[in-house]
């Protein structure tokens, strides 16, 4: 509680007969979980993090540093991309149509 960290997914022990689930909370929650799994995935199947296997504890850590490094570039190039293909796309069509 002095982080405000939530446990998502049901309570431990026999549930209250009027407990009510807040479901908003509960997809939130779900949600986040699901993209947090899926960085760590890309992580390890794109970005070699699945393949460490360095001996030492700082060449390890830096190992993980230089994965996590390279999977926020890719992802800032990616928005980067999207926002300047959906731009120019957009202007084409509507000076085509005319």
């Known amino acids: 509680k002095k982080y405000h960290i939530r446990l998502s997914g049901p309570k431990l022990g026999r549930p209250k007969k009027d407990d009510r689930v807040d479901k908003t909370i509960e997809y939130k929650d779900n949600r986040d979980r699901i993209q947090v799994e899926r960085d760590f995935s890309l992580a390890k199947r794109c970005h070699g993090l699945g393949m460490i296997r360095t001996r030492l504890a700082e060449t390890t ?27 120019n796309f957009r202007s084409f069509f509507r000076a085509s149509s005319i």
């Open 61 to 87: 850590f830096s190992t993980i540093a230089l994965a996590i490094v390279s999977l926020n570039l890719s992802k800032i190039q990616r928005n980067f991309l999207r926002a300047l293909f959906d731009r």
